[in-house]
């Protein structure tokens, strides 16, 4: 095989060598892609500046009870966006706890232990599941996952854990957790699918030598696969927990939207996604600039958690 | 491990067959796909109009964009609530009068006021009337006097879930009461008071309201600051307000979907919701002291006896008739009296003259309230003072 490829390649480059391509192409390719690459950075840098602007109006007023309060009254002028920075992080984080072991075991379950002929099938099913337009997640969660399964287990839930205070009922359907669970169905396609990319490239040869030491499976996989997939796999979380801080229109059907800070899931809270989608349309003054203080906040904890990450990458793979 | 010859053979068949087995999935997925998708826009009530308004906009856009053609374009920017309505009649009127295309969006009630203000529409549309504030920067900008049209009534209705209960009533303290979290549970006596000989459960009452902004919303707040002090004082009217207690649904959609999934909640939607889902609503007491269940007929009897001023800003909120549901608004069209193009003015003037003259059929099979008599010859003088 490696000697077909190697021909291909030969006669590619040959046919192009031929043509004279290359001395024109270079510069021009360069000049495109560092068109692509700039063009980039500027999108980003013009929203960051126009957004802020927008808002310094409201971080002014406001002072740092902008982040730290959690009164929310347009009609006031009160800006307190705590609540809605709270249920960002209670639903995203609910939806980790579901999908990472979820979308790892699946994983692992495709590169490893399931027979050939259920790999592509099932690997394909869950790419589709990214397909799905959000706005379906959360119909489907509001009309059928809640009432069906979701509410049974929020009530189930209340009533024999209910003394603990993060299962402090009466569960409203709506609330942190549904918002967390539809979240959780959203973000395991993608956490599932770069998972799966990065089991496959931990080398054969060191699987061999695991198994030739004469590791079981299992052993085989912690003691061979997960150290090396280990960067790559918190590479993936963190990309499928950037795609739940932003998450707009299913956490804004199934969050409840009330600007509350409670330890319990069960209740209904809300997210900074869901408040700038409710309440932009019809929102004036400063209002509006308060929703756009919140879309910098939650730019900004984007990006923090995008450093922690890599922070975290970068100290593994040191060590 | 497997040898890399019979891998190399079995390639090709695992291939086809992996290529025929994708193929499968896909169908499947797809005819689920388009399945539940037929679910959804069926039951869909004729309270959204989906997809079809927005081919309808963008080929009438480009109709008005395009300057050679010799059709008038009218454009229009408002209200959601009486989308469907303005929608329907634009489409009767279309077929009507060929030359005049006319295109209306939903984007809500401040877009409305804030578009016609700044003058990029041709007329606005609200579900409450604009304020002094707003009327002078709007004919400051225009150099022209702001129009109120009203165009039909809407209603709010009440409804809940609790098992076995068919019947209830409510009057405007027990209602402000729960929404401002002092009832808490069925049974309370200031509802029992109200409902003698009913079954009231030992239950927790759930409020649910609307989590976007909203005419709804704003219809009904409306009525509870009318009502109560408290309300007024502590959370006052608006399209979204701070809630004191309950939980927030997207939509019509969204808040019956709470109530129907959740026994023991209470929470409104819009009348014609209502009628279309069959969901149970609540008898209010009016203004006269009347339980009043919510209908066409209540609705329209709202306007009854109400002493509009010249410039019909009016507020149908707890209105004196005896036969009134007391949760009633008004939806307005926005134009300006002097309109700058003289054609334009003419095709807005004759498509607002037949809505009102000839539309109050299609209104009604959509569950609006037509305007009564008296209203309707006032708001037709509004109409055709447009020049």
């Known amino acids: ?319 | 491990m497997i040898n890399s010859n019979q891998y190399k053979s079995n390639r090709y068949k695992d291939g086809v067959l992996l290529v025929c087995r994708r193929a499968l999935v896909l169908v499947v997925v797809l005819a689920v796909t388009v399945g539940v998708f037929g679910l959804l826009t069926s039951r869909s009530p004729a309270g959204r109009g989906g997809s079809l308004d927005i081919a309808d906009s963008s080929s009438s856009l480009q109709a008005i964009g395009s300057s050679s053609s010799p059709r008038t374009g009218l454009n229009g920017v408002g209200a959601s609530f009486p989308q469907p309505l303005y929608l329907e009649w634009i489409g009767a009127f279309r077929d009507l009068n060929q030359g005049v295309k006319i295109n209306y969006q939903g984007m809500g009630s401040g877009g409305g006021i804030q578009q016609l203000t700044q003058l990029t529409v041709d007329f606005g549309a609200s579900d409450a009337p604009m304020n002094d504030e707003e009327m002078a920067a709007a004919e400051q900008a225009a150099g022209s006097r702001v129009l109120h049209i009203p165009a039909v009534f809407g209603a709010v209705v009440v409804s809940y879930n609790v098992e076995g209960l068919e019947d209830l009533k409510l009057d405007p303290d027990a209602l402000a009461g729960i929404f401002l979290g002092d009832i808490t549970r069925w049974d309370d006596v200031e509802i029992a008071v109200l409902n003698p000989g009913v079954a009231l459960p030992d239950q927790a009452i759930q409020v649910a309201h609307r989590s976007d902004a909203s005419g709804t919303t704003s219809i009904f707040t409306t009525y509870l600051s009318r009502i109560s002090s408290r309300w007024d004082d502590t959370v006052g009217k608006g399209k979204e307000v701070k809630w004191p207690v309950g939980v927030g649904g997207q939509g019509n959609d969204g808040v019956s979907a709470v109530i129907m999934q959740q026994p023991g909640t209470l929470g409104y939607v819009e009348l014609s919701y209502a009628l279309e889902s069959g969901l149970p609503v609540v008898a209010l007491k009016n203004k006269a002291g009347n339980f009043v269940m919510p209908s066409l007929e209540s609705t329209l009897a709202a306007g009854r006896g109400v002493d509009f001023p010249d410039d019909l800003r009016f507020d149908l909120s707890d209105a004196i008739a005896a036969d009134a549901y007391p949760i009633v608004g008004a939806t307005w069209i926005l134009a300006y009296e002097k309109m700058k193009d003289p054609v334009k003015a003419e095709a807005l003037k004759a498509f607002l003259n037949w809505a009102l003259e000839n539309g109050a059929e299609i209104a009604e099979e959509l569950h609006y309230a037509p305007l009564p008599e008296g209203l309707k010859s006032r708001a037709l003088e509004q109409v055709n003072s447009i020049h």
């Open chain 1, 1 to 319: 095989m490696g000697e077909r490829r190697d021909l291909v390649l030969r006669g590619g480059l040959q046919r192009l060598m031929k043509r004279g391509a290359g001395r024109l192409a270079d510069p021009v390719f360069a000049v495109v892609t560092g068109i692509a690459g700039l063009a980039v950075l500027i999108i980003l840098a013009y929203m960051v500046v126009v957004t802020t602007y927008t808002a310094v109006p409201v971080f002014r007023s406001q002072g740092w009870s902008f982040i730290f309060s959690t009164d929310w009254s347009p009609s006031e002028g009160k800006f307190g966006a705590f609540a809605f920075i709270y249920g960002t992080i209670i639903t995203s984080l609910i939806a980790l706890l579901i999908a990472v072991p979820l979308s790892l075991g699946v994983a692992l379950f495709l590169t490893e232990i399931a027979p050939r002929w259920i790999r592509g099938p099932v690997a394909y099913l869950v790419d589709l599941l990214a397909a799905v337009p959000s706005v379906v997640y959360g119909l489907w969660g509001v009309f059928v996952l809640l009432p069906g399964f979701l509410q049974p287990i929020a009530t189930w839930l209340s009533v024999k854990l209910g003394w603990i205070p993060i299962f402090a009922g009466p569960a409203t359907g709506l609330s942190f957790f549904g918002a967390g669970v539809v979240l959780a169905i959203m973000i395991i396609p993608i956490i599932t699918s770069l998972c799966r990319e990065i089991l496959k490239a931990v080398p054969v040869g060191e699987k061999n030598a695991a198994f030739a030491l004469g590791a079981t499976r299992w052993e085989m996989i912690r003691g061979a696969v997960l150290p090396r997939a280990k960067a790559g796999i918190i590479g993936a979380v963190m990309l499928g927990l950037g795609r739940a801080l932003g998450e707009t229109i299913a956490v804004a059907l199934l969050v409840g939207s009330r600007a509350q800070v409670t330890a319990s899931i069960l209740q209904p809270g809300y997210s900074m996604a869901a408040v700038i989608a409710n309440q932009f349309q019809e929102a004036t003054g400063d209002h509006v600039s308060a929703l756009v203080g919140v879309g910098v906040v939650l730019f900004g904890i984007t990006i923090i958690v995008n450093v922690a990450a890599r922070v975290l990458v970068w100290r593994m793979v040191e060590s």
